[in-house]
Nanobody, 124 residues
Framework: HVQLVESGGGSVQAGGSLRLSCSVY????????MAWFREAPGKEREGVAA???????AYADSVQGRFAISKDNARNTLYLQMNSLKSEDTAMYYC???????????????????WGQGTQVTVS
């Protein structure tokens, strides 16, 4: 069983920064991809960034150049550094673990089996 626990959300002014963390518990040996998704009110959950076991990352166009995904295997922790935040980044952010079907990790929610409970990010 895999458990994902997000933290680090909060309220920030536009242009500011936040770093989200996701603590990973359990065996993720079958989950080569880790990712961050977000869901804003009235919108579908969308992939933000993903990273594979080799450290190769993929980003949504909307966050490319502003967000950075990373992981610390020794601490079993996934991170999302968010800079130059905009009001449209306001959402609940979720950590996810899943399989890799292509050369880079997908940003499609369908391949992710394990999900955290989310952490709220509000940009005003």
């Amino acid at each position: 069983h895999v458990q994902l626990v997000e933290s680090g959300g909060g309220s920030v002014q536009a242009g500011g920064s936040l770093r989200l963390s996701c603590s990973v518990y359990g065996d993720t040996s079958n989950s080569a991809c880790m990712a961050w998704f977000r869901e804003a009110p009235g919108k579908e959950r969308e992939g933000v960034a993903a990273i594979d076991s080799d450290g190769t990352a993929a980003y949504a166009d909307s966050v490319q150049g502003r967000f950075a995904i990373s992981k610390d295997n020794a601490r079993n922790t996934l991170y999302l550094q968010m800079n130059s935040l905009k009001s449209e980044d306001t959402a609940m952010y979720y950590c996810a673990a899943g399989v890799r079907l292509t050369s880079v990790c997908s940003l499609s929610r369908g391949v992710y089996r394990y999900w955290g409970q989310g952490t709220q990010v509000t940009v005003s």
